[in-house]
């Protein structure tokens, strides 16, 4: 989906996910995902 709509940092961030998921270092997963700045579906609902 980054590539198809030239989305570079979601690009990015996806193929680091993808490199530490295939070397197994778990704690660095955990990061990404807690870092990555995105709203939860919750967050957004409970503005509208």
């Known amino acids: 989906m980054a590539s198809r709509y030239n989305l570079e940092s979601l690009n990015h ?10 070397s197994f270092d778990i704690a660095k997963v955990e990061t990404l995902m807690n870092e990555y700045p995105i709203k939860s579906y919750k967050e957004r609902d409970e503005r509208v």
């Open 13 to 22: 961030y996806a193929q680091e996910i993808i490199e530490s998921v295939e």
